[in-house]
């Protein structure tokens, strides 16, 4: 059988990263405050018991770099290099008869997502919300198929509400369903093997199909099964698939939601998507993913990293590392400068290459872009503030900016002089690397 979502967290578990939290957790705040505090030990979570719900709840699995390099098994550093060299041949999936997600089906009213443990995160969140569901859907036109990751907000047992709005694809594909006064056909899937989450939040060009992505990835072709009541095709080994239609011509309020920057995103009028059928496997586990926390920031960074590790190697630098993590608004990139100069065209082919970015801290190879103080500690040591920035003002930004505080962009050098190592080698305690504390804890 392909491999799947329980299948990596069996993986974690014998790598020692993952927590399991057998205490009964109410799914409103509290499952979300125990996982804000693990968050910090780098380990995924499992809540064997939620309160009113048969099912578990799995948290965090792309809570680090580690658990990144866990999914392509390679190291920390490759990972990028690994994402980027998977991605170069896409694999087509393939349609399967039956598979686990069909261990139960439920139809018509049967099909009820009060059975389903979806979290309420933050203070001010609406309500619960579903927040790892990937969401399959097909161009009415073309019949190509998309996958993204949107949030869903409970409204009743048979409703939620949801943001999608072009250019995001997703709202391009409802726009043209709409423009024909027609409901659109989604599936939510819950409960995935990472790499299905990891392309949802990819974004390719528009037709593209992220699935072709999943199978380059996993370096086979991803299995689907047929959704019982919309034409569409679900990765088979997912635990839980939500089948419904988002209604044409029909918006009501959503929100208000803590989001990927740490703020709330004000009610606003979304799209309305009522159930047609739930199937799942017979003891399904609920996944969650709490919006701008590190897992969401690592799962965001991955391909967009890549992106940029590809425009920077394109302009002839030599690019040890990229990080967009801990916010995908800004990347430290590490080089092995060949040029006086150079950092700064580093930093243009980024900007270029990822309209997000905002900041761009171009640095040496012996810095760790992973550890944001080494960052700050080049910054503060090696930086010429004179001569070393790169304001680019009135360029194309994160688009949701009602202060228009995101449209602009500074690039630093924070690299050292060339050729000057003597004067900038940093300095090393032999052994601090290589000793085992525990031999002198007695
Ligand atoms: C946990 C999580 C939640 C997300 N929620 C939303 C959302 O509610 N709305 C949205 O537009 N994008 C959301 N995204 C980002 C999109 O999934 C991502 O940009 C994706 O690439 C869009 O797919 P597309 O390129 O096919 O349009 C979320 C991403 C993650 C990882
Ligand atoms: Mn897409």
């Not at 409703?159 to 056909?185: S, V, W, Y």
């Not at 990347?331 to 309209?355: D, R």
């Not at 700050?376 to 003002?393: E, F, I, K, Q």
């Not at 004067?423 to 085992?436: A, H, I, M």
Request: contains cysteine; glycine residues 6%.
């Amino acid at each position: 059988m392909q491999e799947d979502l329980r299948g990596f967290i069996e993986k974690l578990e014998k790598a020692d990263l993952l927590q399991r939290i057998p205490r009964a957790v109410d799914p409103r705040f509290e499952l979300s405050a125990v996982s804000k505090k693990v968050e910090r030990l780098g380990k995924a979570l499992v809540f064997e018991q939620v309160k009113g719900y048969d099912l578990p709840v799995v948290t965090n699995v792309f809570g680090s770099r580690t658990m990144l390099a866990m999914i392509f098994d390679t190291t920390p550093e490759d990972v990028v290099r690994e994402f980027m060299k998977r991605s170069e041949a896409r694999i087509d999936p393939v349609i399967v008869d039956g598979g686990p997600c069909k261990e139960v089906v439920k139809l018509g009213s049967d099909a009820t997502i009060d059975e389903l443990p979806l979290v309420t995160h933050c203070e001010k969140d609406a309500g619960p919300y579903v927040t790892a569901g990937i969401i399959v859907a097909k161009d009415p036109e073309t019949g190509r198929r998309n996958v993204s990751i949107n949030r869903m907000m409970y409204k009743d047992a048979q409703t939620l509400a949801c943001r999608m709005m072009p250019p995001q694809h997703l709202g391009i594909i409802q726009g043209k369903a709409e423009a024909r006064d027609m409901p659109l056909e989604i599936a939510v899937c819950v409960g995935n093997h990472p790499l299905e989450n990891l392309v949802a939040s990819t974004t390719l060009a528009y037709g593209d199909d992220e699935l072709t992505l999943a199978g380059a990835l996993r370096r086979r072709p991803l299995e689907l099964v047929r959704c019982e009541t919309v034409d569409l095709e679900v990765p088979a080994t997912s635990e839980i698939v939500i089948e419904g239609e988002i209604l044409a011509n029909v918006r009501e309020p959503e929100g208000p939601f803590g989001d990927l920057m740490q703020y709330y995103v004000p009610i606003m009028d979304n799209h309305v998507f009522r159930l047609k059928a739930i199937t799942h496997r017979a003891h399904p586990m609920w996944q969650t993913i709490q919006a701008s926390s590190l897992e969401d920031v690592h799962l965001l960074a991955l391909s967009r990293e890549a992106k940029l590790m590809r425009a920077v190697e394109q302009s002839g630098a030599k690019v040890k590392a990229v990080s967009l993590v801990p916010t995908i608004m800004s990347a430290a990139i590490s080089i092995e400068k060949q040029f006086e100069g150079e950092p700064k065209n580093v930093a243009a082919a980024a900007f270029g290459a990822y309209s997000w970015l905002k900041y761009c801290v171009v640095v040496d190879h012996d810095v760790d872009v992973f550890d944001v103080g080494d960052v700050w500690w080049a910054m503060a040591t090696r930086s010429d503030v004179g001569r070393g920035l790169l304001r680019m003002p009135d360029a194309l930004g994160f688009p949701r900016d009602l202060f228009h505080i995101h449209q602009a962009k500074l690039g630093i050098d924070a690299t050292a002089p060339l050729n000057q190592w003597q004067e900038f080698e940093r300095k090393r305690v032999p052994g601090s690397d290589t000793l085992d504390l525990q031999d002198y804890l007695g």
